[in-house]
């Protein structure tokens, strides 16, 4: 009693009137929550294991809707909402029929390069506000918030709609970019880190390939601290923010799974460049004046070769061979020429609603002969449809983040739950490599570490969730929350 009297004491919930002079939020892609125990005695003392050993862990947070895929985690994180509210069902997924890569948006152009796709995105499917949106809400639009990311939409969905800027990696040309969405002509600091980055000898030699190697995160780290002293953040009167994500730790493991000289090259090196970031924000804004976080958007499954290997339960979901017999017995039921699926995202089956109308065909009997078919399937657990998620006969765990990760226009029409330890498996899929997406504690398990301004030093092992985070940070701030926030406020015990 003592002991919390005196924590409390020297880190007192900030009173009305206080506020810190920066907000950073950290996102490493596809980290597990275990990494930070197996890489613990590894990490130097200024990178992880300054918010380990000096802020507060929850050691327990839970990713608490399905499917667990980047762009959803990255949006969660900051709306403290799910896809039901906030929109953003998936990297990609069907919106009236149309597949939909989840930040794209015609109606913007490419600021900062000549390749011109790179930058056509906006945060126009986000539905909701973001801690970014409602803190220059707040201040009547003087904060500034920055988004920073090798991947577009893990700059874009953590800046959110009011932000001043996102900015993401052209790997073609190695240079960040952004949209007309926020500007018409990079600042002189962006041009400036453009301009080293094109002298960047390795970064050359990489080309495409960087996002395999650990100097994506790196040039992530470089630009995240230009920003900060680019855009003077913490400097000003109002509290700013800065959005930044690591990408790189993801494309290594989807290309070198879980475990080896890849991954743990990865995350030693990511270590460096967090503790550059905090010597960075030490100097810009002072230790004690700004508050960060660090997560993850989900885990990841061991290889599930590997697994069988060690004796272990796992295998492999074959998606596309599947869908080829599925076609075959649906036509068989029905007549029909044309498939009746548009597509298979993240473990969602996507049917094609006006073609089954053309072709004279009831939806729901497409559906239920669908669904029929796959709980014959070997190495599911449940299939379910997704209008009947609240009726259907599955555990409650199951259910709650079915629904709270379905939006009724573009999270599909069936839902498969594979077995725990399989994941699905397809052309596109490295052999020696992974993915996620799914329920189990691997890829739902993540990191969730509190540093600095008004945070004491211990941990939490009760269960929490990624929706907590920003009615969390936003409590801190005393501004009010994301308009489509569903999450709990967390105390630091």
């Known amino acids: 009693m003592v002991a919390a009297l005196q924590v409390a004491a020297e880190n007192p919930r900030p009173q009305f009137g206080e506020k810190p002079k920066l907000v950073v939020g950290i996102v490493v892609d596809q980290m597990r929550w275990d990494y930070l125990s197996i890489y613990y005695n590894r990490f130097a003392r200024d990178g992880f294991r ?11 947070c839970l990713i608490n809707y399905l499917p667990t895929v980047t762009a959803i985690g990255h949006t969660s994180v900051y709306t403290g909402s799910s ?112 301009k080293r980055m094109s002298q960047h000898q390795e970064l050359k030699k990489l080309g495409k390939e ?14 995240a601290i230009a920003a900060l002293k680019g855009e003077n953040l913490g400097k000003g009167e109002e509290t700013d923010m800065l959005c930044v994500s690591f990408s790189q730790t993801d494309v290594i493991g989807h290309k070198w799974s879980t475990r080896g000289e890849h991954t743990d090259e990865a995350y030693i090196k990511l270590d460096k460049d967090i503790a550059r970031l905090f010597d960075a924000l030490d100097e810009q804004v002072g230790k004690g004046n700004y508050i960060a976080f660090l997560t993850a958007d989900h885990g990841a499954a061991h290889n599930s070769q590997w697994m069988e290997d060690n004796k272990l339960h796992a295998g492999k979901w074959l998606s596309e061979k599947l869908r080829k017999d599925l076609d075959k017995y649906v036509a068989s039921k029905f007549g029909n020429s044309k498939s009746v699926i548009l ?87 490295s052999p020696v490599g992974t993915t996620h997406g799914e329920w189990n504690p691997y890829d739902a398990h993540i990191p969730l570490l509190f540093y600095g301004w008004h945070v004491p030093h211990g941990s939490h092992a009760q269960e929490v969730h990624i929706t907590d985070i920003a009615p969390t940070v936003c409590s801190l701030l005393h501004i009010q929350q994301p308009n489509a926030c569903i999450g709990d406020i967390l105390q630091f015990d």
Not at 50 to 60: A, T
Not at 359 to 380: A, C, F, T, W
């Open 50 to 60: 300054r918010m380990i050993d000096e802020g507060y862990s929850f050691d327990n």
């Open 83 to 194: 896809p039901a509210f906030h929109g953003i069902c998936g990297n990609n997924f069907f919106i009236d029929g149309k597949r939909t890569y989840c930040c794209e948006d015609s109606t913007v152009k490419t600021v900062g390069t000549d390749n011109k796709n790179v930058g056509k995105m906006s945060p126009k499917n986000l539905l909701a506000t973001t801690i970014g949106d409602q803190l220059r809400l707040h201040t009547n639009f003087r904060s500034k918030v920055i988004g920073v990311s090798y991947k577009d939409r893990a700059a874009i969905f953590p800046a959110g709609h009011a932000a001043n800027a996102a900015y993401w990696l052209d790997i073609k040309n190695g240079q960040f970019v952004t949209s007309t969405y926020y500007m018409t002509e990079l600042p002189q600091w962006v041009k400036d880190v453009n």
């Open 210 to 223: 960087v996002g395999l190697s650990p100097l994506a995160g790196t040039l992530t780290a470089d630009m």
């Open 343 to 429: 597509g298979i995202i993240d473990y969602r089956f996507f049917l094609d609603k006006e073609g089954i109308r053309q072709q004279g065909l009831d939806y729901q009997q497409v559906k239920d002969v669908i669904v029929e078919y796959l709980r014959q399937s070997p190495n599911l657990s449940f299939v379910v449809d997704c209008e009947k998620i609240a009726t259907s006969p599955i555990p409650p765990i199951l259910r709650d983040r079915m629904l709270l990760g379905y939006h009724f226009h573009r999270s599909g029409d069936i839902f498969v739950v594979p077995e725990p330890g399989y994941y699905e498996f397809g052309s596109w899929t």
